[in-house]
Nanobody
Framework: QVQLAESGGGLVQAGGSLRLSCAASGRTFRSVVTGWFRQAPGKERELVAA????????YVANSKKGRFAFSRDNAKNSVYLQMNSLKPEDTAVYYCAADPSSGLGGPYRYWGQGTQVTVSS
């Protein structure tokens, strides 16, 4: 099994920044895709960004390009989502997910509990 733990969410004013972290523990894989999803109240969950390791293939949703950046620290078994120029519409619960055999779009087998991001106007 793989355990994923997100952190770094919180309340921020519009235009501010947050850095979300996702630490993985448990079983390790030679290759894995890791994604950040978010789900706002009343909306479907959407893929924000994903990265495949090794290989480095990555994806960032078009609407987030230029504001969101995905990075990975293999030594710490962690991935990060740097979010800049946040907008109220970025308010959502953000989830980290991973899978050893899927593509960037999933499906994802392992999920974290989520971290709340609230952007005030």
């Amino acid at each position: 099994q793989v355990q994923l733990a997100e952190s770094g969410g919180g309340l921020v004013q519009a235009g501010g920044s947050l850095r979300l972290s996702c630490a993985a523990s448990g079983r390790t894989f030679r290759s894995v895709v890791t994604g950040w999803f978010r789900q706002a109240p009343g909306k479907e969950r959407e893929l924000v960004a994903a990265i495949w390791w090794p290989g480095g293939s990555s994806y960032v949703a078009n609407s987030k390009k230029g504001r969101f950046a995905f990075s990975r620290d293999n030594a710490k078994n962690s991935v990060y989502l740097q979010m800049n120029s946040l907008k109220p519409e970025d308010t959502a619960v953000y989830y980290c997910a991973a899978d050893p055999s899927s593509g960037l779009g999933g499906p994802y087998r392992y999920w974290g509990q989520g971290t709340q991001v609230t952007v005030s106007s």
